[in-house]
Nanobody, 121 residues
Framework: QVQLVESGGGLVQAGGSLRLSCAAS????????MGWFRQAPGKEREFVAS????????RYAESVKGRFTISRDKAENTVYLQMNSLKPDDTAVYYC??????????????WGQGTQVTVSS
């Protein structure tokens, strides 16, 4: 079982920045690929960004390209999401995920508890 613990959410004004962190632990964590998803009220959970753990290549949803950056620290088993130029539409609960990548799509098998990001206009 992989445990994922997120931190870094909060309230920010439009145009501001936040950085989310997700620390992975557990005996079964062996360099799973990782990523972020988000879920706004009344909407389905959607993909935000993912990273191939070993090589570091990243993939982003169109809505966040150029504003969000995903990175990882292999020594700390931690993945980050730097979010810049935040918009009210970015308001959501952000979930960290770990899993496998198939055909460039992250397939989660573990989820974090979620962290709230609220962007005020």
């Amino acid at each position: 079982q992989v445990q994922l613990v997120e931190s870094g959410g909060g309230l920010v004004q439009a145009g501001g920045s936040l950085r989310l962190s997700c620390a992975a632990s557990g005996r079964t964590f062996s360099g799973d690929d990782m990523g972020w998803f988000r879920q706004a009220p009344g909407k389905e959970r959607e993909f935000v960004a993912s990273i191939i753990w070993n090589e570091g290549s990243a993939r982003y949803a169109e809505s966040v390209k150029g504003r969000f950056t995903i990175s990882r620290d292999k020594a700390e088993n931690t993945v980050y999401l730097q979010m810049n130029s935040l918009k009210p539409d970015d308001t959501a609960v952000y979930y960290c995920a770990a899993g496998l990548t198939l055909s460039s799509v992250l397939l989660p098998r573990s989820w974090g508890q979620g962290t709230q990001v609220t962007v005020s206009s």
